[in-house]
């Protein structure tokens, strides 16, 4: 995520960059090798020798924070309201950071670590009352990083930044000499140190509390000046809840399922491994589900009481890696999808948010087919009818998203409720009684799909659709997030379509990275399905699975043909379709039907998957004759090879250009694809490789470390005459990398090749 840094204070613009350098330091080597987290500050809007807060020209962060001189926090506030409502935030307030007797560089790493782990403020986990008085008691505290050790401090470049707490701080049991922050001072999970404080929410009085340890006089100064500041700290966006459900605005996080895979052996006895690995490593609370895409791959599911922490779902993943017999194992949380939302067209929680742009669409967008003419889509209709074809018959599309509702926009005879499937409820049944959810999913699915008779043209006119729910409205606030119920159910969701036929498969979704999500996408395309995803909004970088080479990423463009300034972009993407401002099917808060223009890279891929499914239909006859495995990269090349040049989007960043419905009909099937075995396969093996290893690389933080493991295993992983012993034990034993506690897993790596 990208932190928007607005300087309205008199500090010079060098002074503020050397201290944004230095935090950002800590946020990317610190900071994200603990949380697995990625955050970035970037000072916004120069326009001569100052920054001018009142004309941020370039503010694409996801969050910001102010840089403030006075203490009005009215005017302050007033700012954020009028210029970025709706948009996480903030507020470094050097006056305060004067009388708290701290530099305003550690209120800003405090502030920036923070928005970092909980931009929403809605996170909260199950721990025990800081009082000792009340021991005993169960309370919910608030996933502040900096609070309970904010008077610790260390120096990066010579520039003070706050000490922070470990992910096992919020678990109940103590850690080997109580290191719960970074810098090891022997504090107590969930407990506190001289000067800090803890918040949390007491379902007892049914109150956000807050608590300082007795006779503590510096903690209680402290927080009496910052509570001054309560609405610019966001306490705020805790309250909310109804008063028969306090905590329906929070998000616990907390772990549902730990995947895993076992080493390869016999299929009979992996059932009974997996299931004393659980019963012996992760206890009774955890039962066992077999994955029905791979029968070496597992899910622990948890049962218990009491929620599973990030750091404790971590330690239990690490602790079965250490196992001979597992390849990987990787946590699950939900997770809030960037830019989506499930809420109704008419939320007042999203009017005047950036992200959605409800309230200021560009001239030309007013025609609801503008941005399938984009695409050159009726010239490919025209082009199929030509032919004596019909748009998009006979290809299945399977659609993992919220769910679905009917709309007169959409023709429910191709929508096959027969065949759909709720992961999150275990049932047949994705049309949700409640009319809040499911509008995303109705979106998307009207721009892939939807007929020629209503106002929404989506490209497959004659295409069928299953709907997958596999995503729910999140409770953060001030909108009510997408969030994706776990990549394991996004998994089954996969491997799910792909068993019942499905040609395309279109994900207007991300989270975070799957080994197991992974290989349901190879899977899918090894048995012929296209698959595209979403590039991503906001956070800059694309998202898993988006980011995967198994999947074909879209990011999102404009009606100027410029990009959508919301879209993710880089190396990743392969073609840009519109995302901004595209007509699709809504539902408002009275449960009216209705239709409207939202903007994500959602749409942007819902509408090549439409064009994806004219592209499987026209050339049906060719392309069963060819190797399924074939399909998905023979799509992405002519997709590339046909796409519209004549754009403003950045070269490098949004894929080969605009996607040309007609140009990829016209375009010959490739007979081969050139370089694609030696392309493959190297990518194929590099991918078992980092299914092996699992997530132990990749947190190392070093980053020479990491480059000189990835080239010596590979290097050793291809040259088959180099894997003796003695060459294995060199590799994972090189003096000055910190690999030894890699060894046992590297060693099984290059046994496998």
């Given amino acids: 995520m990208i932190i928007s840094i607005i300087n309205n204070t008199d500090l010079h613009h060098q002074e503020v960059q050397d201290t944004l350098r230095a935090v950002n330091r800590q946020l990317l080597e610190d900071f994200k090798k603990y949380w697995h987290r990625h955050a970035e500050l970037r000072l916004e809007g120069w326009t001569g020798e100052q920054p001018n807060p ?125 290191h719960n922050d970074f810098l090891g001072l022997s504090l107590k999970s969930f407990g506190v140190r001289e000067g800090g404080y803890v918040g949390f929410f007491d379902p007892k009085s049914g109150e956000h509390e807050t608590w300082t340890a007795p006779n503590d006089r510096v903690a209680s100064e402290h927080l009496k000046l910052k509570q001054r500041y309560g609405q610019a700290k966001r306490t705020p966006r805790r309250r909310g809840g109804s008063e028969d459900d306090p905590l329906s605005n929070v998000s616990m996080v907390a772990c549902d399922v730990i995947t895993f895979e076992l080493e390869t052996g016999k299929e009979e006895d992996l059932r009974e491994t997996a299931t004393h690995i659980v019963k012996d490593y992760l206890g009774k609370e955890w039962s066992l589900r077999p994955c029905q895409g791979d ?24 602790k079965l890696e250490e196992l001979e017999t597992i390849i990987f194992a990787e946590p699950s949380f939900p997770f809030p999808v960037p830019g989506e939302t499930d809420a109704p067209d008419d939320d007042k929680r999203i009017r005047g948010h950036a992200i959605f742009g409800n309230d200021d669409h560009k001239p030309g967008t007013s025609d609801p087919a503008w941005a399938v003419k984009e695409c050159r889509v009726p010239e490919a209709w025209a082009f199929i009818e030509a032919a004596g074809k019909r748009p998009g018959e006979g290809v299945l599309i399977g659609h993992p998203d919220s769910g679905f509702q009917e709309h007169p926009e959409m023709d429910i005879t191709r929508v096959l409720t027969n065949m759909d499937y709720d992961f999150l409820d275990n049932d047949e049944e994705t049309r949700t009684s409640k009319r809040s959810h499911g509008s995303h999913g109705l979106a998307t699915a009207s721009v892939i799909m939807s007929g020629r008779l209503g106002a929404i043209k989506g490209p497959a006119l004659q295409s069928e659709i299953v709907p997958l729910r596999v995503t729910k409205p999140g409770a953060i606030r001030p909108t009510p997030v997408l969030t994706v119920s776990g990549m394991w159910r996004l998994r089954d969701a996969v491997d799910y379509a792909t068993g019942i036929g499905c040609k395309v498969i279109s994900m207007s979704l991300g989270g975070m990275p799957s080994n197991s999500l992974r290989k349901a996408i190879r899977r899918a395309t090894n048995q012929g399905v296209i698959v595209l995803v979403a590039a991503g909004n906001v956070v800059r970088f694309v998202t898993p699975p988006a980011s995967y080479d198994e999947t074909i990423a879209v990011a999102g463009s404009n009606i100027d043909r410029d990009p959508w300034a919301q879209s993710c972009r880089g190396s990743k993407v392969d073609i840009s379709a519109p995302g901004e401002s595209v007509w699709r099917a809504a539902i408002t808060k009275d449960g009216s039907n209705d239709t409207g223009r939202g903007s994500g890279t959602s749409y942007a891929v819902a509408l090549t998957a439409g064009v994806a499914a004219l592209w499987r239909s026209f050339h049906a006859a060719e392309l069963e004759a060819r190797n399924p495995k074939d399909i998905q990269e023979l799509f992405r090349k ?116």
């Fill in 54 to 178: 009142l004309d941020p020209l370039d503010m694409r962060g996801d969050a910001v924070i102010y840089l403030w001189d006075d203490e009005d926090i009215n005017d302050a506030l007033g700012y954020h309201d009028l210029n970025h409502s709706g948009v996480p935030y903030g507020f470094v307030f050097r006056r305060l950071s004067e009388k708290l007797g701290e530099p305003w560089s550690v209120t800003l790493s405090h502030e920036a670590l923070e928005l970092a782990m909980d931009p929403e403020v809605n996170l909260l986990a199950q721990g025990p009352h800081p009082d000792p008085a009340e021991k005993g008691r169960t309370v919910y505290h608030w996933y502040e990083l900096c609070d309970a050790v904010q008077q610790d401090t260390y120096e990066i470049d010579g520039v003070k930044v706050s000490n922070f707490v470990l992910p096992l701080y919020f678990t109940i049991s103590d850690e080997h000499k109580n």
């Fill in 295 to 318: 029968p070496y791959e597992f899910d622990a599911v948890y049962g218990g009481q009491v929620p599973i922490s990030f750091g404790e779902a971590w330690e239990n993943c690490y």
């Fill in 638 to 753: 002519v997709l590339k090879d046909s796409a519209q040049k004549d754009h403003n989007l950045p070269s490098g960043e949004f894929g080969a250009g605009i996607v040309d419905a007609e140009a990829i009909l016209r375009m010959p099937i490739p007979r081969n694809l050139p370089g694609r075995t030696r392309r493959r396969s190297s990518t194929i093996a590099k991918l078992q490789l980092e299914e092996v290893i699992g997530t132990k690389l990749g947190v190392l933080s070093d980053s020479e470390t990491r480059e000189f493991l990835s080239a010596e295993i590979l290097r050793a992983y291809f040259d088959k005459s180099d894997l003796s012993k003695k060459k294995t034990e060199d590799i994972t034993a090189t003096k000055g990398h910190p690999s030894n506690a890699l060894s046992p897993r590297l060693k099984r790596a290059l046994s496998h090749s």
